[in-house]
């Protein structure tokens, strides 16, 4: 437009767009030269922690003699809906870099990967080259083993109180004596041996060790009442992930873990056991349970119990009941087994309805909405002292807290010798 005025302008503007055109093929040829200049490795363990944050890596590594700005698109699997997880970095020449991020999966199951993508500029930034690196894998999503882990630290380091779980004082001793030692401070002066003291000269105490070899089962209900939501995850998921984080525990006090699943059929069967070989059992269970939309049956959970768990046991039986006529419906089958073993129900508390009570109304309606809460959150409570009425223990939680209660419930049974 300005050459329109001026033919001297025409003439630059023919020198700039020449000179354009030619940083644009030099820029090409910097670029596209050489076939394998840029690569990217994705590092990833070959199964992911259901509902934690899995660690990803990506190594990127220039092989121009130039510095190179790359952008780093991965292709994740469909489940996660994300479709721009891209990054932005500056490579020196001959140099790599490593780019570190995280994966929450909130199902179990197969994921697949995807390439990894890269578009490479140069200085110049005229023309960008894409690299596809070959990364196509597919990873297992497992019931959290990253929680079962660091429950496990610090049930070894002795250090649960970290993690939330409450230390109980014990009440008198169990009947196992395990050995004689000397005397420290803070010990209990009623496990002084006073013989051994008399004739060691110093001051000795009974060391007593938790009764062993109990049997610790845990009952999942995958029927519907399980097929809820709470921060993107199912009841199912996190009563999975409990009940693999509980074994654990379980086994590391040398007591003997095992699962049943059940809907309106008894799905799985794990007896219970202390060796070596029990978790990964017990891990590869779970992953392949999946919830029933159907209603479950509990006469045939108490006929499978009564037919295989023949020693008395503790029972966790991890279920969700939403009214007080609900639980009536099972409660004979429940009577009867607390019968014969210690048991547990761990049910869920809707913390929908927790953020409405705590709400101001201003409306009618608003009123309305929250008496309709108040009273599904009382027959919860209902629930609970109905249970403890009939001699069963229960647990009403949150999801996110279920892990926790459950481990301090199994504490407590121990530290009182209920089990």
Known sequence: MAGFFSYQLVSLARLALFVFLLLVLLDGVLLFRSRNALFAARQISPRLSNGDDNPVEITVENRFPFQVSVSVIDELPARFQVRDKSFELRLAAHSSKTIRYFLRPVQRGEYGFGGVNLYAASRLGLVQRRFRCEGETTVAVYPSYLQMRRYEFFAISNQLEQ????????????????????????????????????????????????????????????????????????????????????????????????????????????????????????????????????????????????????????????????????????????????????????????????????????TAEEVYIKTIAEKFALEKRQIVKELASHGIHAILTTPKDLTVNTINKYLEFKTRGLI
């Open 163 to 362: 993690a939330g779980i409450k230390r109980l004082r014990r009440i008198g001793h169990t009947l196992e004596f395990e050995h004689i030692r000397n005397y420290v401070i803070g010990d209990d002066y009623r496990a002084v041996n006073w013989k051994a003291s008399a004739r060691t000269g110093r001051i000795m105490v009974n060391q007593f060790q938790d009764e062993k070899s109990q049997q610790v089962y845990n009952l999942i209900d995958m029927g519907r009442v399980m097929k809820m939501p709470f921060d993107g995850m199912t009841l199912l998921d996190y009563a999975i992930n409990a009940s693999l984080t509980l074994s654990n525990i379980a086994i590391r006090k040398q007591d003997r873990a095992g699962i049943l699943t059940f809907s309106d059929r008894i799905n799985m069967v794990i007896p219970a056991e202390r060796r070596s070989t029990q978790i990964h059992n017990i891990l590869e269970g779970l992953y392949r349970q999946e919830t029933a939309f159907l209603e479950s049956d509990f006469e045939a959970l108490y006929a499978t119990v009564r037919n295989k768990i023949r020693q008395r046991s503790l029972l966790l039986l991890y279920t969700n009941f939403e009214t007080l006529n609900a639980m009536e419906r099972q409660v004979s089958y429940l009577r009867r087994l607390a019968r014969s073993h210690l048991l547990t129900i761990i049910f869920f508390e809707n913390t929908e309805l927790r953020k409405l009570l705590h709400t101001s109304c201003k």
